[in-house]
């Protein structure tokens, strides 16, 4: 790969927004395709959102971090990570936003999407403990790190099993007890277009060209914010944080406007516990576990992620259809909270 620090700054801009769009595109096209795999195998939407657009639009992440880290930036990697995290909840406003009238919260009632939530706030708090107690090296990966990688196969054990067995629906806002009844009976729609098979194999397409144009967007990205003169704490996450989120900015949006709401949350819920898992991973090339290298500063950006989660989750169980400037309550409580958030890590932030 060229060396982006070298290149003037005009063409690295260029680059970025070519990368962008195409990011852009495929992160579209994603969301019908996990729309229709989600109904040809019936796995239902929430589900679908997670493993499926949560995996597929972690990419960037994978390769930004696993990049970093082999290189021994282990600041920037593992800030790029939790920024990524923040920035994917933070999401989910602009999907309110395109919802409009109703607040997102208020029209989402599977409880595979709180279940998701909690779980995600469960792997930051494990985060931000190893970070405040201290991590522990065991054959070159962290002690702690490891943990999330059995805590991440439970999520998606419970994802799977609370996906098929809905324990409540929803009906003219409240909340009706029912007896447990397989997911397609409860919604039956009428299935065309591409095959499975098909379906299958433009995802791998639209994949591909995630990853590739992801990793070009961390890297130029590193370049174009580093002429800023911003920490690398900073840098990593807002900077890599928002690029390498741009997939799940653009399957979100396609969800939401296909009226996938569950779809949409899934897949930001499910790509922060694909991020997550991507801590252990990154011990795997980084000299001593990632998150040894971790301070304050990580310490807070964590913290934020489970403050930011646990509005939604909140959210989610209250269902009030409460609306400010076209959102929801949480959604502008959220927007207000992140924008405080970084505040207070640009106060804090290494030099």
Known sequence: MPDFFAVPLPVNIAILLACAAVVWFAGTRLARYADGIAQRTGMGHALAGFLFLGGVTSLPELSSAMTASYEGYGTLALSGLLGSVCINVLLLAFADAILGRDALTSVVAHPATLMQGVLGILLLSVVVFAIGYGEFAFFGIGVWSATLVPLFVLAVWLSSRIENRPTWVAA???????????????????????????????????????????????????????????????????????????????????????????????????????????????????????????????????????????IYVIGLINRRNRTIFRIGLDSALVVVIYAGGLLLLNAIRPL
């Not at 801590?279 to 040894?292: N, R, T, W």
């Open 172 to 310: 003219d806002h409240v909340h009706l007890f029912v007896a447990p009844q397989p997911r397609e009976e409860v919604r039956k729609e009428p299935i065309g277009g591409p095959s499975l098979g098909r379906l299958i194999w433009l995802s791998a397409a639209a994949g591909v060209a995630i990853l590739i144009a992801g990793a070009l967007l961390a890297e130029v990205g590193a370049a174009v914010a580093a002429e800023t003169g911003l920490g690398t704490g900073l840098v990593g996450f807002v900077f890599i944080g928002f690029t390498t989120s741009l997939p799940e900015i653009s399957s979100m949006i396609g969800a939401a406007r296909l009226k996938r709401y569950e779809l949409a949350i899934g897949d930001i819920f499910g790509t922060n516990l694909f991020d997550l898992l991507l801590i252990p991973m990154a011990d795997l090339v980084f000299q001593g576990p990632l998150l040894s290298a971790a301070g304050d500063f990580e310490m807070l950006a964590a913290t934020l992620g489970i403050v930011l989660t646990s």
